[in-house]
């Protein structure tokens, strides 16, 4: 029987710190370039080298200012401030690139959806159907402020608005224009049929649309929608929408949990299974040798910021744990914040001080170190226990723990007959489901596709 081959994205934002905060002060970190457009462009030729699944981008809207109540820490080690938008990135590391994948984050609560189906179609036409959406309905309350509301809207309300979004959307990108409106006849003068292009009225609680999709059908027409909600309400529409979901787990036994939980939510919605694919955040140190690795290992140690890893994760739960002594049980307190991250807090059993052993690389991500041979038996390990099928993997310091994996690690997975040793043929959809660059039936978006009379 062949090998589950393991999925790979790189895991980054268009930021200086993302997961491992302060590791932009080592030396050979060229993170501080990510505003030019060649630190883009030679980070997806480095990632179409291994070949990699996809690029999948993070974002916020908004800055990370609960912990001391300030912004101070995060503009100083710059924990995701500055932070550039990520769907400009597209064009140019399509135009270097011919398989790799795009997952783009954007904030449904602040984009209108008729505009955002425009643009996502514009990079799906311009990736020759490469794109694809992480559906986020954001949890900061500097977000929403920033945005004009009072406070940010409830957690499972904003899934409630999310859901009429997609609704809003399918019906622009599966039911305006049918699959032959576009004729593109020069002697006729047609180049797309009246009769075959569509009006979308939408009037629901949340969104008033009425007009035509603006874009001709894309290669996908709906891009790959990943999303990474783990509680109850985003499991739910986890089930009716995802088709790649992002977990962080932190052993192998609640992750499996965490995995079932996702393919249940796809088969109480009509769907298959696997017709979800489940990626896990990860971070890998790999060296020539087991000694080598670990070397580095201490090299980067040095470099990180533990508090700052705490002050992201103050925003990602909306206690400020500065306000904590070292060993003070730090309080659980209900919020809209992210369900996922509070609820390791909820037994009243955690410290600053534990917080900030956890956030020693500057991120709580679990750590794969060793040799080649080593994180390839880890690696296959977490798929074959949990369910996995993927991984997203951060980046600690740029370039070098993306080529060091593609260098060491990718030719291990390639041997065992792990990991792909070319890409197939087709769009993002294409690759990862080896089926249709369209939605499948069993997705709820199929119901919007116009039905011809």
């Not at 985003?234 to 009716?240: C, I, M, V």
């Not at 109480?268 to 696997?274: I, V």
């Not at 059993?349 to 880890?378: C, F, M, N």
């Amino acid at each position: 029987m062949a090998k589950k081959k393991i999925l790979l994205n790189a895991f980054n934002m268009n930021c200086i710190g993302h997961i491992n905060h302060g590791l932009w002060t080592h030396p050979r970190d060229t993170s501080t370039q990510y505003k030019t457009i060649e630190y883009w462009t030679d980070l997806a030729k480095t990632l179409e080298r291994g070949l990699f699944d996809g690029l999948f981008i993070a974002d916020i809207v908004g800055v990370y200012d609960v912990y001391q109540n300030s912004i101070d820490v995060p503009l100083k080690e710059s924990i995701q401030l500055p932070v550039n938008d990520p769907l400009l990135l597209v064009s140019a590391m399509a135009a270097v690139t011919q398989n790799l994948g795009f997952g783009l984050t954007a904030n449904l609560t602040y984009e209108p959806p008729y505009l955002f189906a425009r643009r996502m179609s514009t990079l799906d036409h311009l990736s020759r159907g490469r794109v694809g959406w992480n559906i986020v309905t954001g949890y900061l309350d500097s977000a929403a402020k920033a945005m004009g509301l009072t406070e940010q809207v409830e957690h499972d309300r904003r899934y409630d608005q999310a859901d009429e979004y997609l609704e809003v959307l399918y019906k622009l990108w599966e039911g305006s224009w049918e699959d032959d409106a576009v004729l593109n006849d020069p002697q006729a003068r047609v180049y797309a049929q009246p009769g075959k292009v569509h009006k979308v009225e939408h009037h629901g609680e949340f969104y008033q649309v009425e007009g035509y999709h603006l874009c001709e059908p894309s290669p996908q027409r709906t891009p790959v929608l990943f999303q990474a909600g783990s509680s109850d309400r985003g499991l739910l529409f986890a089930g009716r929408h995802a088709e790649c979901v992002f977990i962080s787990g932190q052993n192998k036994a609640s992750t499996k949990v965490q995995v079932d939980k996702v393919r249940a939510s796809a088969v109480e919605a009509g769907r298959n299974p696997d017709d979800i694919k489940v990626f896990m955040g990860l971070n890998v140190i790999v060296g020539a040798t087991e000694a080598l690795a670990w070397a580095k290992h201490a090299e980067y140690l040095s470099y990180a910021s533990a508090e700052a890893g705490v002050a992201h994760f103050s925003a990602s739960t909306a206690i400020d744990f500065a306000q904590y002594e070292l060993d003070e049980p730090i309080q659980y307190v209900k919020s809209n914040a992210i369900q996922s991250a509070t609820k390791n807090l909820q037994n009243n059993d955690w410290t600053r001080r534990k917080l900030l052993e956890q956030h020693a690389l500057g991120g709580r991500y679990i750590t794969l170190v060793g040799s080649p041979e080593q994180v390839a038996d880890e690696l296959e390990s977490w798929i074959a226990e949990t369910g996995l099928d993927g991984f997203n993997l951060t980046r600690i310091v740029t370039p070098e723990s993306y080529v060091d994996f593609i260098d060491l690690v990718v030719p291990e997975l390639q041997k065992r007959g792990s990991y792909k040793t070319a890409y197939e043929a087709g769009t993002l959809r294409e690759k990862v489901f080896h089926n249709s660059a369209r939605l499948p039936e069993q997705h709820t978006g199929s119901t919007y596709r116009h039905s011809p009379l």
